[in-house]
């Protein structure tokens, strides 16, 4: 954080996030998955987000390997609700996550005093 407000200032609200810095940030998955209740067949992905003062919308976007500038809608799989809530303490450095819960885990973003997440299982 360095000292900088970054949720509504360095990234702004209501817009595409490339949820990382440089190069889209990327998911790839050999099994396919349920997450927020939307199937994920097994590949790999770009992650994006836009981050919103009333809640967030994680992308999972069927174009990978491109510049996180380069957002292209068209190539989007899903558009999913995440659940968001306040951390204890700060978090200086973006984190992004999976973290084991029975059953399955959550896909998990940290950064700032902001906690977006959401389920993710192994479709069945």
């Known amino acids: ?5 970054i949720f509504g200032s360095v990234v702004p609200w209501n817009g595409v996030w490339r949820t ?3 190069a889209a940030t990327t998911l790839e998955t050999s099994a396919d998955l349920i ?11 770009s992650l994006w987000t836009i ?3 009333s809640g967030w919308t994680l992308i999972v976007n069927r174009n990978t390997g491109q ?4 957002y292209d809608a068209k190539y989007d799989l899903a558009r999913l609700d995440m659940q ?3 951390p204890a303490q700060p978090v200086e450095q973006l984190t992004i996550a999976i973290e084991p819960r029975d059953p399955g885990g959550v896909l998990k973003l940290e950064w700032e005093r902001t906690r977006a997440w959401i389920h993710i299982n192994r479709k069945p």
Request: glycine fraction near 20%.
């Open 35 to 45: 997450m927020g209740g939307a199937t994920i067949p097994a590949g790999q992905y």
């Open 84 to 86: 968001v809530e306040r």
């Open 1 to 5: 954080m360095r000292g900088r407000v």
């Open 20 to 22: 990382g810095a440089n």
């Open 67 to 70: 510049w996180g500038t380069d």
């Open 51 to 53: 981050p919103a003062p």
